[in-house]
């Protein structure tokens, strides 16, 4: 039996459990406590860098898995399973200092859904975001290519241009802006990098695209002659689907998870709640 406290004590405010504790990071995937945002500047420089080693390990992995087999089976089955297991360790790593989004799309939903609120992600804050990671996704590509003895920078010649293939985009970034956002939602921030990780692993096999989902680094994959690029003509049409899979997945997001759910979830309102 408990002794009450005596009259006048106040008493202690309960703590409450790390799940709903808000994040330092405006970001749509929670991985830490509450913390020190970061400045400005180790944000973009932290996206550079995060999108840059994710370009290095998808064109990177293709070169490798080129040299190893004949077998495209075998080659594609390395160079997802590498992407897969590389995303979900550069969201973890970078999460905690940018939010891990290494996609402009990311992004866009992260200010998006955080728009009028005072913990949203400002638009000039996003669009650099943006920025870095298509530099960060040039610069990985043509770092890759350069390891495997490849010219950098020379523009990919793979035609990747179909209404079937611009379906399969739309499809994997729309699911992933679902995963991203629904999970963060519902409690499961911390769920995220995994959940991503294995979303592309499904989106790359189950869609006719092979589910770039990701603008920054489909630009960067335009500038390598390795059979996971993409010819700078194609680039516009997959970049338009990508787009609009998004705004199906936010908007399906939104009639999925709820304010009530938000408020139960472990992120702090804005860039990972809905609009």
């Known amino acids: 039996m408990t002794t009450p406290a005596p009259s006048g004590t106040p008493l202690p405010k309960p703590t409450p459990p790390t ?22 500047g180790r944000r973009l420089a932290a ?9 290095v390990v998808v064109v990177g992995s293709g ?23 590389a ?11 940018s939010g891990g989004h290494l996609n ?27 920025a870095a990671q298509t530099v960060g996704a040039v610069a990985g590509t043509g770092l890759a290519d350069a390891m495997f003895g490849h010219p950098a920078f020379r523009l990919s010649a793979v035609p990747r241009g179909s209404g079937a293939l611009w ?7 729309g699911t992933l802006l679902l995963v991203v956002t629904g999970a963060t939602a519902a409690g499961r921030g911390r769920l995220v990098p995994a959940l991503v990780g294995l979303w592309v692993v499904g989106a790359c096999w189950a869609t006719s695209s092979g ?14 002659d390795g059979w996971t690029g993409i010819a ?38 804005g860039p990972s709640g809905n609009p």
């Open 19 to 40: 799940d709903s504790l808000p994040t330092a990071t405006t970001c749509p995937i929670a991985v830490t406590g509450p913390t020190a945002a970061p400045p400005p």
């Open 47 to 55: 996206e550079l860098v995060g999108t840059a080693l994710l370009a």
């Open 63 to 85: 070169h490798q898995a080129d040299i190893l087999t004949s077998d495209a089976g075998l080659r594609f089955l390395a160079n997802v399973g590498a992407s897969a297991a």
């Open 87 to 97: 995303l979900t360790v550069l969201i973890t790593l970078f999460g905690p200092v």
């Open 104 to 130: 402009p799309l990311i992004t866009a939903g992260a200010w998006w859904t955080g728009r009028g609120t005072p913990a949203g992600l400002p638009l000039r804050e996003a669009v650099g975001y943006a």
């Open 167 to 173: 379906l399969g985009e739309a499809v994997a970034t």
């Open 211 to 224: 589910g770039f989902a990701n603008p920054a680094v489909t630009v960067g994959r335009a500038l390598t």
């Open 232 to 269: 700078p003509g194609s680039v516009p049409g997959f970049v338009l689907a990508q787009c609009a899979g998004a705004a199906a997945g936010l908007g399906l997001a939104a009639l999925l998870f709820d304010g009530r759910e938000r408020a139960r979830s472990g992120v702090r309102q």
